[in-house]
């Protein structure tokens, strides 16, 4: 290629030449059309303003739009959460099969049938209550009546949690409606053979119109239960393939409105809820002002509502004459802003998209009061201008004098080192990649020529290591390609498409099409369309969290029907861009051959055993952390060296302690069952001293027997200092379940006899009470899960204490026995081994600390991630004891991962229920980082089952701490990490 031939000048010439043009020939200029320019800036200012308030204007309405988008989300959300509730609670009440009769604890006597034999209720509860009306359009099944009024008390807790809400309700498809709260009259407001499934609030979340059977949204319609002007959310209650019904949670239109009409909208703005059609569903009394509508009156209502009643057309904004074009638009785009003729004044119009609901939440604001104060504004701009101008003049003239004088100069310093460079850059475009050190006045030029020595020996040493990199991926590549070729597995490059760039293997037989035709077909022509899907479902998840994934799958090969196990990973160079994804095939038809037989019989244990595994970590998630406020703080009034307890107090403070453990214990009896029956209750046999359990037994039993008069006899002189194997939760756990009954089913006035004594080799424990007795014919199933005994059911209880008692003497290698006389009383004793000489002693759940807490010679950082406020303070209440401990705080993952990067703590402890990202998340992001990784993480959760432990050592956690926290253990954690780190 040629270049044009250019004339070059000096650096001297060059400089005085520009000298002349950019600033003497321009200062003339200036001077001249200083008159014309005052005018001129004064309008290009108002421009200039107008286009940047505009802009901003456009930017806040879009942020407002978005902002109250996402609170009317918030606010809805949920309601939406509480239809899926109501949905799978009414869907478990058709599982478990119920007839209404007279011994039935349902309100059976508010049931009503008309003449016609319509099935209602004519009359509330006392305390709020569900309205029944079961038309005649086909068979009554009373039995569904009653099984749906057991879901009364759902109804009220979801009807009082849920502000928004005016009724809750299940329509079902043989016209059976239940609605909360309690409607008046409807066998006079419907027909007797009302056909539910017509109304819009039953049919949209039928099979044709609701595919995917999830919850969704209803246009406004009119009640025909009487509310008014509402909409609801919907969802479909299938048994089967079988539409069962459908229920709702229904949303008042005025409420809604009032809500958008104490919004505080910029520039006096007008807020208008639509729906995806572009239907108006919600506006203030300004929005209807603006439309020129008419707020709809209340319907009259009469006795037939035999169909649905919605907005007339004219609250639809495509028939509006000035809102039509921005519906047009608003329809097919979820968020966005335009600009408006209307009634020929300009609008800006934003609108942003509630999440969850396909509404748009619009914004209306006059041109006029957005440019209200630019031209007040412009003025001010133009005075400026003027002085500019004036300053600008007196700055050109001395500019020119220093500059004249300096010039050549300037010149001469610029040009030597110039040419200097230039050498050496010649120099290292020859291959001469190591240059001497050049030293110049001018700073930037300085750096200028250490910056090219330095991009020298860099290129230097890249085409060194370039060149052995080379010679070192020729070498491997033979091997890789040989290691490949000898393993049986197929692997396979794919894109996000799921297209096969490569495939490796040593059999062609085992791919759906020979290798060359194979190469750029995507998966949908190599699989069904339903594995198809799979893969790419699969593939998007790894492509989301990064992380391989395993796939099972069948495919017609060459050489016929095999099964496959493949595992798709993602490839990823070093600096975190994504490549393709790998994925490894391993033939398992054989073993799944095997296999069929078995899992045919196991796979309904498993579902049934994941669904009991999941409640009992979901339950004591929730029951635990109320109680981590209630017993750590009771721990923190007897740490707070600054306010020390009386004795009175302190003991107080014990007794809540024990009480808070004992209700813990209580929480607990139902898991201990099932992992008990289940096999995975965990037991730790220890020596256990025998006094300080039976203290702390009857400690908590006194109250108890004192409030029935009970007289307490204690004899266990004979056990002190006596030692057992067993795990001392447990031991107390049982005795306590013993000691509980005997006041329980004793009688006024009664006594219970407490007595330990040693035997052989074996120490036994009875407990012997004055009361009602047992049946002989009763005594073999007392044991049994679920028996109470007497079966009247005159003394509170859930059936399972004694079971659980039982299974656990028996877990810690004792025994349980009974002897009973009714009327008279019964005596119950375990019998657990003696321990000569313990090597330890089990602790308490409590411990308290007798030495104050160990201070560190230096200053230390621990940072803790909890959303939990009660949960924070409590950690920052004990760490304060630490003079030298300075606590960081972040209630969600995403901060603390930012505060954990910019202050390097020397511990770190996560809650693993964070809002967000969870804790898992959190700890495989510090691994990740530089900074982070070397610190110490601990995990503190009241996901305290045994396999939520192992997941979160398995997991990389240094420690795993279960609340309610054990304050002692607590304490020691925290001292031997950072001593840990110390050193």
């Not at 329509?171 to 009302?194: A, C, K, Q, R």
Request: with cysteine.
């Amino acid at each position: 290629m040629k270049f044009k031939q250019h004339k070059t000048y000096p650096l001297t010439r060059w400089v005085w030449q520009n000298f002349l043009k950019v600033a003497l020939i321009p200062l003339l200029v200036v001077e001249l059309a200083f008159v014309g320019i005052y005018f001129v800036a004064s309008e290009w200012s108002k421009s200039e303003m107008t286009d940047m308030i505009k802009s901003e204007a456009e930017e806040d309405m879009r942020e407002t739009a978005s902002r109250e988008a996402e609170i009317i989300s918030n606010q809805v959300r949920p309601i939406s959460n509480a239809t899926k509730l109501f949905q799978e609670e009414i869907k478990e009440t058709f599982q478990q099969p119920t007839t209404l009769d007279d011994n039935d604890q349902i309100d059976f006597n508010r049931l009503k049938e008309t003449e016609e034999g319509v099935l209602y209720t004519d009359h509330d509860q006392q305390d709020g209550g569900a309205a029944i009306f079961y038309s005649t359009r086909k068979g009554q099944e009373r039995e569904k009546v009653a099984q749906l009024l057991r879901s009364q008390e759902l109804m009220e807790n979801i009807y009082n949690s849920q502000p928004l809400a005016s009724s809750i309700y299940f329509n079902t498809s043989d016209s059976l409606n239940i609605i909360y709260p309690f409607v008046d009259g409807m066998e006079v407001e419907f027909e007797s053979d009302l056909d539910i499934t017509k109304f819009g609030f039953y049919y949209r979340a039928d099979a044709d119109h609701n595919q995917t059977r999830e919850q969704l949204w209803t246009p406004a319609y009119w009640d025909p239960a009487g509310n008014g002007w509402i909409f609801s959310s919907i969802a479909p209650v299938y048994s089967g393939n079988q539409l069962e019904g459908v229920v709702g949670i229904d949303i008042s239109i005025g409420t809604i409105g009032d809500k958008i009409e104490d919004l505080e909208l910029p520039w006096q703005g007008v807020g208008v809820l639509v729906q995806d059609d572009a239907e108006i569903l919600a506006l203030s009394e300004d929005g209807e002002e603006l439309l020129e509508l008419e707020a709809l009156e209340d319907q009259e209502r009469d006795g037939s509502n035999t169909g649905d009643i919605y907005k007339p057309n004219t609250f639809n904004m495509l028939k509006h004459p000035y809102a039509k074009p921005l519906a047009t638009v608003l329809v097919g785009q979820e968020n966005g802003l335009k600009t408006l003729e209307w009634e020929g004044e300009k609008k800006f119009a934003a609108w942003s998209t509630v999440e969850g609901t396909g509404w748009r939440f619009l914004i209306f604001v006059d041109e006029s009061a957005i440019f209200k104060d630019v031209y007040t504004m412009n003025e001010k701009l133009v005075k400026i201008g003027a002085l500019m101008i004036v300053g600008l003049i007196l700055f050109y003239i001395f500019f020119f004098i220093v500059l004249y004088r300096n010039s050549r100069k300037v010149s001469q310093t610029i040009s030597k080192p110039l040419v200097e460079m230039n050498q050496m850059v010649k120099e290292i475009g020859e291959g001469n990649y190591f240059q001497r050190r050049r030293a110049f006045d001018i700073d930037e030029l300085d750096e200028t020529s250490k910056s090219i020595i330095e991009m020298g020996q860099n290129l230097g040493l890249s085409n060194k290591a370039l060149k052995e990199a080379q010679d070192e991926i020729r070498s491997k590549e033979g091997d890789l390609r040989a290691l490949v070729m000898s393993i049986d597995d197929v692997i396979m490059q794919l894109d996000r498409k799921g297209t096969y760039l490569n495939v490796w293997t040593n059999d062609e037989g085992k791919l759906s099409k020979p290798k060359n035709e194979l190469l750029q077909t995507t998966i949908d022509k190599v699989f069904s369309e339903e594995e198809a899907n799979l893969f790419m479902e699969t593939i998007e998840y790894v492509n989301e969290t990064g992380t391989a994934e395993n796939i099972e799958y069948v495919i017609e090969t060459l050489t016929g029907t095999r099964w496959f196990q493949g595992r798709i990973a993602p490839i990823i160079d070093s600096s975190g861009e994504f490549q393709h994804f790998v994925l490894t095939a391993r033939d398992i038809t054989s073993l799944k051959e095997m296999e069929k037989s078995l899992r045919d019989a196991k796979e309904e244990a498993e579902r049934a055993s994941q669904a009991k595994s999941d409640f009992l970590s979901s339950m004591s998630h929730e029951l635990r952390t109320p109680m981590n406020a209630i017993l750590g703080f009771a721990q923190l009034l007897q740490y707070d060296s600054d306010h020390q307890l009386s004795p009175t107090q302190d003991e107080s403070v014990d007794e809540i302690i024990k009480a808070g453990n004992h209700l813990l214990t209580i929480i607990n009896d139902i898991l201990d069952l099932a992992r008990v029956e289940s096999g995975k209750m965990s037991i730790s046999i220890e020596p256990v001293e025998v006094s300080p359990v039976i203290n702390e037994v009857v400690s908590i039993t006194q109250p108890l027997a004192k409030k029935r008069d009970i007289k307490l006899i204690v004899e266990d002189r004979a056990c002190h200092n006596q030692f057992v194997f067993a795990d001392r939760t447990r031991l107390k756990q049982v005795l306590l379940n013993l000691m509980s009954n005997a006041v329980k089913y004793n009688r006024e006035g009664g006594e219970i006899t407490f007595t330990c004594h040693v035997q052989n080799d074996k120490v036994s424990f009875s407990v012997k009470d004055t009361g009602i007795g047992i049946v002989e014919e009763e005594m073999d199933s007392i044991f049994e899960p679920f028996t109470r005994v007497p079966s009247n059911d005159i003394v509170e209880g859930t059936g399972i204490g004694l079971t659980l008692s039982k299974q656990l003497v028996s877990l810690m290698n004792g025994s349980i026995s009974l002897t009973s006389e009714s009327g008279k009383g019964s005596t119950f004793w375990i019998e657990l081994p003696l321990v000569d000489t313990p090597d330890s002693l089990s602790g308490q759940w409590y411990d308290k600390r007798d030495s104050a807490p160990i201070q560190f010679a230096e200053k230390k950082k621990v940072l803790y991630i909890e959303d939990n406020p009660a949960n924070l303070h409590l950690v920052r209440r004990i760490l304060e004891t630490y003079e030298q401990i300075e606590l960081i705080s972040s209630t969600t993952g995403e901060m603390g991962i930012d505060l954990a990067q910019a202050h390097e703590p020397n511990l770190i402890l996560i809650d693993l229920n964070l809002p967000g990202i969870d804790g898992f998340t959190v700890l495989s992001r510090l691994e990740d980082m530089v900074e982070t990784r070397e610190i110490p993480v601990i995990a503190i959760s009241a996901n305290a089952m045994p396999r939520d432990i192992e997941k979160g050592l398995a997991a990389g956690f240094d420690d795993y701490l279960t609340k309610p926290i054990q304050v002692g253990k607590f304490m020691k954690m925290v001292e031997t990490n950072l001593f840990k780190q110390s050193d």
